[in-house]
């Protein structure tokens, strides 16, 4: 089988959840079916010659071959979009058809429609070759990928796109993060990121005397002038001086529809996803296959609990939609009334914590999980925002770690496939007095812990990202016929 994968972008320049799984699945592939990988590449600095579309070969990644699409629609990511009009281009039709009848691929997995132009999945669709979407976010239904309003649940996309978008980079930021001098800024170990340069014109200089051939490639691309100029690159409201109204952001999420109008199955990351989906596009062929990646293996080991001591674990950032916060305020109240057998630690954070209960902690790599989850007697997922699957519940539990998370978790498909939720954590609602309640439960009676361990060593877990993968090639074989 010919597989073409979509994807946003690479390693460096792109990374995440989304990138890592679309990798593992793409190199696990590789050793069976042919498989290829297209990608958003450079945009071209005037917007007038962007609608020269091409396509060009780029070498290979392991056994994937590469491809990336010249002038492709911009790559928000999750800052999210204004220039309404640049993001609704559906691209040269001829372009894409001439590129898949070349390469004649039996099927297209398309993981972000992140500068992806509809004239894609309008050739594919033309020439019968089936599409498969994965759930990894909300892009295409909101902009920024969340479905976050101002910290709560958006039920009403488009409606308050104009004030959760004023941030979205500029037009020249988001060539310039499309280019090859921002690919080389991520490929030099010597380099830090772009963000923290002071000037592109300063940097060009240490990357000619670094490689001058390169920077002399570099140098002809007319765009390092005008992006010279820091003030280009402001993310504020400022950049940009056209006014985005409701009616700008239902068109582009009209344009989106009629891209999801172009699937043929979504693999849905979980139940939550599905639900999520469905209430915005009705009813949607698919199937929930649950996340994982490769580096997920079956680490289960029996713990011993410190009931003076309970570590409650947290891996994540501080944005209010992760639910910290809440977590914080939890521990924090039992404290306050004198239950101080409980102590959260937290990962990502380098700084001295200000909270007698908690402990901050360095970011980690993914090589050293097997130390975090040893420092850790439960972990703690109390996201408020929808997230559609959460691969850290299914790495604490492949560690034998019992999992603490919100019905907002898509890994809870992973609790409620247990034959009771709580025999291998606790599933609760988004809100500090539930958290406190849980925690409350724990603390009382530490030995429940020692109890969900062994649950977890007991059950039939199937850790193996093969099957995952032998999941997603029944999804395909399934369309085909």
Not at 200 to 219: T, V
Not at 339 to 365: H, K, M, T, W
Request: charged share 25%; proline share 4%; glycine share 6%.
């Amino acid at each position: 089988m010919k597989i073409l994968h979509y994807l946003s972008g690479l390693p460096p320049v792109r990374t995440g959840g989304m990138i890592r799984y679309a990798l593992d699945l793409m190199i696990k592939q590789s050793m069976i079916d042919e498989v290829c990988l297209l990608i958003p590449g450079r945009l071209s600095s005037q917007s007038a010659k962007r609608d020269r579309i091409s396509i060009e070969a780029d070498g290979k990644l392991e056994r994937i071959t590469l491809y990336h699409v010249i002038n492709p629609l911009p790559v928000p990511m999750a800052n999210g979009i204004k220039d309404i009009d640049w993001f609704t281009m559906p691209g040269d039709k001829r372009v894409y058809r001439e590129f898949l009848e070349k390469l004649r691929p039996d099927v297209i997995h398309v993981h972000t429609f992140m500068g992806m132009h509809s004239a894609f999945l309008s050739a594919a669709k033309e020439l019968g070759i089936p599409r498969v979407f994965t759930t990894h976010d909300y892009f295409g239904i909101c902009p920024k990928t969340d479905l976050v309003d101002h910290g709560r649940i958006c039920e009403r996309p488009g409606k308050h796109c104009v004030d959760c978008c004023k941030y979205a980079f500029p037009e020249k930021r988001m060539v310039l993060e499309q280019s090859a001098l921002y690919r080389l800024y991520r490929q030099q170990a010597f380099l830090t990121r772009l963000a923290q340069a002071r000037s592109l014109k300063k940097s060009l200089n240490s990357i000619r005397s670094y490689n001058p051939e390169q920077a002399a490639a570099l140098q002809n691309e007319q765009q390092l002038v005008s992006l010279a100029d820091n003030n280009n690159l402001r993310t504020d409201d400022q950049a940009e001086s056209r006014t985005t109204g409701d009616s700008d952001y239902a068109r582009l999420l009209n344009y989106y529809r009629t891209c999801f109008g172009m699937i043929d199955a979504f693999h849905f990351n979980s139940s939550l996803s599905r639900k999520v989906y469905e209430s915005f596009l009705g009813p949607l062929n698919g199937q929930i296959i649950l996340n994982s990646n490769a580096s997920v293996s079956d680490r289960r080991r029996e713990r011993t609990v410190n009931f003076d001591c309970i570590r409650i674990g947290y891996l994540g950032g501080d944005s209010p939609y992760k639910g910290l916060h809440l977590l914080r305020q939890s521990v924090s109240k039992l404290w306050d009334e004198g239950i101080r057998n409980i102590r959260l630690i937290v990962y990502g954070n380098s700084e001295r914590s200000p909270y007698e209960f908690c402990e901050y902690r360095d970011a980690y790599r993914p090589d050293e999980l097997e130390r975090v989850f040893s420092d850790m007697d439960i972990l703690a997922v109390p996201s408020t925002w929808q997230e559609t699957f959460g691969l850290v519940a299914l790495e604490a539990l492949s560690f034998g770690v019992p999992v603490i998370m919100t019905e907002n978790v898509g890994a809870k498909d992973l609790l409620l496939n247990a034959k009771s939720v709580n025999d291998i954590g606790y599933v609760t609602t988004p809100s500090a007095d539930s958290i406190e309640g849980v925690l409350r439960d724990i603390s009382q009676k530490p030995g429940l812990i020692t109890e969900m361990n062994r649950n977890i060593l007991n059950m039939n877990f199937d850790f193996d990202f093969s099957s995952h993968v032998n999941a997603i090639h029944k999804l395909y074989e399934e369309i085909l016929g």
